[in-house]
């Protein structure tokens, strides 16, 4: 067995906190055996840094012994006028499953500082753990008033405006995740795909085109973009509609090609009838 290495174990913690790189179940381990060994008393003022990543790592894996003991430390440096510490009380609150208490910190969290994102962020994702559907959409909308490039914090108001079938919201928020992230396929396919719920099919056929320019043989966007050509067929809306629509259900058989016999006849089936 090779012997640890708890210099290396402190540069692996040093540059997850750097990326910002959870990975929760080694730094969990990493910190348990540094806090065993009792290497902490060489890490000087990176102490505290250290028991604040491996208190969240501990409580993303439900360990809170290890959380308990790394909170306590903290405790004894900073008090709860300290906004970042009580952030980790109110994660504690969750992982114990005392939702209404950790609920409570977040919102004091906001009341001293409405500008605080990762108390909103966690305040957000405990109200979508409690199905609190409206006081979520108020809570992302408030926080992207102040952080309007997490495009994350977007597909997440997108998603939740997507269940309660608002899609006219819904593909605003995709409009502002692909200003965003201009070259990323999954957004124009979200967009494209609302964009057809909304039977707006020449827009969706556009877009469908730009998933597939950004990521050929998409087959979601094959689909999509052989369902819009199908519905525009008898209009003079797009040109080309009828080459694309034979283009794409060429694509899709040809997709299709190595799959057992019974699928290829489902798949030419279904594109027959488009």
């Given amino acids: 067995m090779s012997k640890f290495d708890h210099a290396q174990a402190i540069e692996d913690l040093q540059e997850y906190r750097k990326t910002n790189e959870r990975n929760s179940e080694r730094v969990a381990f990493l910190g348990a055996r540094l806090i065993k060994d009792n290497y902490t008393q060489k890490l000087g003022d990176q102490v505290w840094s250290f028991y604040e990543q491996v208190a969240i790592a501990a409580l993303d894996v439900q360990d809170l012994t290890l959380a308990n003991y790394c909170i306590d430390n903290l405790k004894e440096r900073f008090t709860e006028k300290s906004l970042r510490f009580r952030r980790l009380l109110g994660m504690r609150f969750e992982a114990k499953g005392q939702l209404d208490e950790a609920q409570e910190v977040y919102d004091t969290i906001l009341q001293e500082d409405d500008t605080n994102m990762l108390a909103s962020k966690r305040q957000i994702a405990l109200l979508k753990a409690r199905n609190k559907e409206q006081e979520m959409i108020d809570a992302l909308t408030k ?101 694309l629509h034979a283009l794409a259900t060429e694509r899709l058989l040809e997709v299709y090609q190595k799959e057992p016999e019974s699928i290829k006849k489902l798949v030419q089936e279904y594109l027959s009838q488009q």
């Avoid at 965003?180 to 827009?203: D, G, M, R, V, W």
């Avoid at 809306?237 to 080459?243: I, M, Y």
């Fill in 143 to 243: 926080y992207l008033d102040t952080y309007y490039d997490d495009h994350e914090a977007w597909l997440e108001l997108c998603d939740v405006y997507m269940s309660k079938h608002l899609y006219d919201q819904a593909a605003y928020c995709c409009e502002e995740i692909i200003i965003l992230q201009p070259s990323n396929h999954i957004c124009f396919l979200k967009y494209a795909e609302i964009l057809y719920t909304l039977n707006l099919f020449p827009l969706a056929f556009k877009h469908y085109c730009k998933v597939l320019e950004l990521c050929t043989d998409n087959v979601r966007a094959l689909y999509g973009l052989q369902l819009c050509a199908s519905k525009l067929l008898t209009s003079n809306e797009v040109n080309h509609a009828s080459d």
